[in-house]
């Protein structure tokens, strides 16, 4: 029966009409005639009726009233109406289904009670009996079919419309809950480390006026953490206005960007920051990076930012560090290596989760992040491809950051 649903649920019923008119030539070839071939008026009137459902197929009003006109004449005119009664029918089939008002059907079942009342012209009272049972099969049994057909469509409908409007609902609930879990951030990132960075920069800056004959080397570290304190409150004012904003790309990839050109300038700045903090870092920076997308570039950057103060954390500030970053085919490598040959300084406060976010950025864009020992000291690696159209892919052990 799925074919059946299939073909009443096309709303193109050309299909539909081409079987009725194959059936109705297959009736007049093969069918039973009392033993004589059809008349040629037979096929005329079969022929127009054929056709009529054809070309008028998309107006079905039109095409019952050109049926029920062409079953008169059959009544009328040869001996065996059946084509067009049956044409008859599957035109009142098809309004009962398409008709925009409940009572357009029943003047279209009207007008075939109608077009049927003529053979009751010269039949005897005898036979009225047969032909209400007959009206029964060729008027009730169209409209009935046409209406559950009607109802079935109305109910997926109206499902449809449930699903869409429950998706709808469910996403509204979704944006609206990240849109507080945003704010809740931001005002955190405000209230508290924004407050915390602000009083450290405050204070750096007293201790420069205060001690302004302290050693070049001290102010040369007094003014890098100024310098760095600054750039992290423009950050985080950057970021705090992104989630406030409820028309901001909620993904981590959307809250700040960096522009292409500008990439292999900032991960200079990256390595001369490390280098300011002790780290004697050797970088590899293909020029070609200026051409990556702001995704990727920034993900690029951040992930040398941490990768360069993990060295500094675990292998401390007299390690070797090399950074390499090439463009091979559109897909971007990227690698950190350090040799551990330095003595850790103090021991920094860390959560653990520098390399779990840096692996997380990367499998986002379809990369692959590798950490772990290497000759001596420690790897950190990734390809990030051309097109990231890979969905995450499982996360390998790694030592916390």
């Known amino acids: ?91 009142l089939l098809e309004v009962t289904m398409a008709a925009g008002r409940v009572w357009m ?62 998706r709808r609902r469910h996403e509204s609930e979704e944006r609206a809950a990240r849109a507080a879990e945003r704010g809740a951030i931001a005002r955190e990132l405000h209230d508290v480390v924004a407050h915390h960075v602000a009083s450290m920069v405050l204070r750096v800056g007293v201790a420069r006026h205060v001690l302004p004959e302290a050693d070049p080397r001290v102010a040369e570290v007094f003014d890098d953490v100024h ?28 809250l700040t960007a960096i522009e292409p050109a500008a990439l292999p300038a900032a991960l200079r700045a990256a390595v001369d920051t490390a280098a300011r903090a002790g780290l004697t870092v050797q970088a590899e920076i293909d020029p070609a990076v200026g051409t990556l997308d702001s995704v990727r570039g920034l993900a690029v950057l951040r992930l040398t930012q941490e990768a360069l103060t993990n060295v500094a954390k675990h292998a401390g500030t007299s390690a070797h560090a090399r950074l390499r970053v090439g463009m091979h085919d559109g897909d971007l490598e990227w690698e950190v290596r350090d040799d551990g040959g330095g003595t850790p ?35 950190v690696h990734t390809t990030l491809p051309a097109v990231a159209d890979h969905p995450a892919r499982p996360r390998e052990a790694a030592e916390p950051a």
Do not use: C, K
């Open 345 to 379: 300084p103090v021991a920094v406060p860390s959560g653990g989760h520098g390399l779990t976010g840096m692996r997380e950025r990367v499998e986002v864009l379809g990369g692959r992040l590798t950490a772990g020992p290497a000759e001596g000291g420690w790897r």
């Open 105 to 166: 059907i029943w003047a279209a079942a009207g007008v075939v009670v109608a077009a049927q009342a003529v053979d009751l012209i010269g039949m005897p009272l005898s036979a009225l009996p047969q032909w209400v049972l007959r009206l029964v099969a060729v008027v009730g049994m169209p409209v009935l079919v046409g209406l559950v057909i009607r109802t079935s469509r109305e109910l997926a409908g109206q499902a449809e419309e449930r699903a869409a409007e429950q």
């Open 227 to 254: 310098r760095t304190g600054t750039a992290a409150l423009a950050d985080l004012r950057h970021l705090v206005a992104v989630l406030r904003d409820p028309d901001a790309d909620s993904t981590d990839a959307g």
């Open 1 to 91: 029966m799925g074919w059946v649903s299939r073909l009443f649920d096309a709303r193109d019923t050309r299909v539909r009409m081409l079987l009725l008119d194959l059936s109705g030539v297959a009736y007049l070839v093969f069918g039973p005639h009392a033993g004589r071939p059809p008349t040629l008026l037979q096929w005329i009137l079969a022929v127009i009726a054929f056709t009529a459902a054809l070309v008028l197929h998309r107006r079905q009003v039109v095409n019952l009233l050109v049926q029920a006109a062409l079953l008169v004449a059959a009544f009328v005119l040869i001996d065996d109406p059946t084509i067009n009664s049956v044409g008859t029918s599957w035109a």
